[in-house]
């Protein structure tokens, strides 16, 4: 998993929140750096490492919403989004392996049983509905992927980027403004 770039020496604790806000930029080019990956549907680990960088982000925003200004309601929407489809998927890409897993010991055990007791080939019981759950998941990652592209693409990234980098400029400049008076 994706360690997030430590803040310390990016915060003034003796100052007012707002002249922290540039953590954001921090937090946000974390979660931009994983974009590259989205369009592969192998790319697991780095679709769940950008999950992870959403989440840090989605949390900084929340601390940091008053000072930022008007539109970072909707910025922060946009990024609880992104860490919800994302874990959707990820949920589905966990759970598909274990699923194969818990399928081959119940095929293995089921054949030992089989043998044990000579009775013939082993029913496979538990693997009918494993499979079929297996697919349901699988076909369900699939259509939460393609889901979550298409809103990725719709937004666009880049224009989020911008936006939100904005806001943290904007209120970097109203500071400068305050001490300049």
């Not at 959403?54 to 000072?67: G, I, N, Q, S, V």
């Not at 890409?93 to 897993?101: F, G, K, N, Y």
């Not at 990725?152 to 970097?172: C, K, M, N």
Request: proline residues 7%.
């Amino acid at each position: 998993m994706a360690k997030g770039v430590p803040i310390y020496k990016l915060t003034y604790p003796d100052q007012p929140l707002r002249f922290s806000a540039p953590v954001l930029l921090v937090r946000l080019n974390e979660m931009m750096e994983w974009a590259a990956a989205i369009h592969d549907p192998a790319c697991v680990a780095e679709l769940h490492n950008m999950r992870i960088a959403a989440k840090r982000l989605r949390y900084t925003m929340e601390l940091f919403l008053p000072t930022i200004g008007p539109g970072a309601k909707g910025l922060l929407k946009t990024v609880e989004e992104i860490q919800e489809q994302i874990g959707a998927i990820h949920d589905c890409d966990m759970l598909v392996p274990q699923l194969q897993d818990t399928m081959e010991r119940e095929m293995k055990r089921e054949r030992k049983r089989a043998l044990k007791e000579g009775n013939g080939p082993p029913p496979f019981l538990a693997a009918e509905g494993l499979v079929a759950l297996m697919h349901n998941k699988q076909e369900e990652r699939n259509r939460r992927y393609q889901d979550f592209l298409a809103f990725w693409d719709a937004l666009p990234p880049e224009d989020f980027a911008e936006r939100l980098t904005g806001l943290v400029l904007s209120a970097a400049q109203e500071d400068t403004r305050c001490e300049d008076n």
